[in-house]
């Protein structure tokens, strides 16, 4: 250090000569060109030193002089100065890097704590560099596990397994290959080499490693609006790597995805949008992963994170319940496991039977799955959503049918589905006799109907009952008439007109129009098979 000090000096000393006025600069901005022409070379010292000197002060020196450079570059918004520095780091903390964990020293101990202390300064300007640290911290998980003796749970821990603490097994050497851990772990490795290895990431396991990588992730809070969005979108990728597995897939960044949501919640509903849509689509993919571990523990991820956010209400005239709770109802129409359609209503019932209050726009989803389960051949998750559909109609319509109006013909459609399904003809039934229940709110509470407003300013008041109330019903009656058996058809038919005559002098002129419509309809369908067999 005292040579290079000495060199650097003499250098200093010999230019020296020049006669030019110096000239000290006040303003920042002036760093910006400076840093432009110096960035490449101070890259390649830094990057130097760190390689061929295992001197503690001179690495020392070098992490200092990379975390300054990333400071800078992310004030000034260099974004191509602060990527290559941002992967300097995470190459020499051997944790992304190919060369293998058992070289690691204390100077890439030191260089993971570089990397942890810039995620918690810069945090607002990293961008695209979170990928790397969050690849980093991924990695060091895995290290973490190496040093304390690796357990099956954090690997591949279904949600039943993360409500107990099921006994893992410490893996032996040879299988750490088949756990994802090649790229930290090369070769064969003995009993020797396994307490050599243990020891030399066991600092990566202390309590101020843990506890400065839990801090990036509570500490999400304070990102602002387009950080939080960079920083969930890097994790999502980070976590469907994780994955990618078929055999030994980690959940530890799933599992983080999980608590940031908890964490940032109670954002402004505009900063959450856009949160959740990185979130939600990662459910999407996680919540239909072949695995079935991975699938149960988004889907009960989903439904502890529902429960919560179900828990603020919703004003009126927003819709993000409805944005919130989508992973369900897509989930439930691409997965065909039985288990996982089962565990995604068993959800949703969940859900309403506790925060039936607090539903708004949350209903169409509701709807949507239960429709998606209307058409199942299992009758067990049949029969739970048609137990469920049931309760809504008859009971939580009765004390929230102003909450739910904008999901009535969710309701009704969805009862249909149920009727058309030929497998379980009481359900059938039962379906219909809901339907005709439903003709009940429409001739009670019309003035609810014509009051509501959200997508219907263009249709007038003294039509609303029509277009949202009557002819929903009348049009679904007219669909299982024309798709069932004969039972459930006449059945069908019966309660189409009992709503006729029950009801029909309250219909106005022009609305006997459409009812006529709908019932010649009916015959032309009824007719089809006669004229075809005519023409053969």
Known sequence: MEQMAKTAKALMEAVSHAKAPFTSATHLDHVRPMFKLVWTPLLAAYSIGLQNCDDTEVASLCL????????????FGMQLERDAYVQA?????LLTASSSITEMKQKNIDTIKTLITVAHTDGNYLGNSWHEILKCISQLELAQLIGTGVKTRYLSGSGREREGSLKGHTLAGEEFMGLGLGNLVSGGVDKRQMASLQESVGETSSQSVVVAVDRIFTGSTRLDGNAIVDFVRWLCAVSM????????????SLQKIVEISYYNMNRIRLQWSRIWHVIGDHFNKVGCNPNEDVAIFAVDSLRQLSMKFLEKGELANFRFQKDFLRPFEHIMKK????????MVIRCIAQMVNSQAANIRSGWKNIFAVFHQAASDHDGNIVELAFQTTGHIVTTIFQHHFPAAIDSFQDAVKCLSEFACNAAFPDTSMEAIRLIRFCAKYVSERPRVLQEYTSDDMNVAPGDRVWVRGWFPILFELSCIINRCKLDVRTRGLT???EIMKSYGHTFEKHWWQDLFRIVFRIFDNMKLPEQQSEEK
């Open 64 to 75: 200092e002089g990379i975390r300054c450079a990333i400071r800078i570059a992310c004030i």
């Open 89 to 93: 780091l995470a190459r020499f903390s």
């Open 241 to 252: 790597d994780e994955l990618a597995s078929p055999h030994h897939p980690r959940m530890f």
């Open 335 to 342: 997965n065909r496991s039985p288990t996982i359609r089962d």
């Open 495 to 497: 309660v189409m007109f």
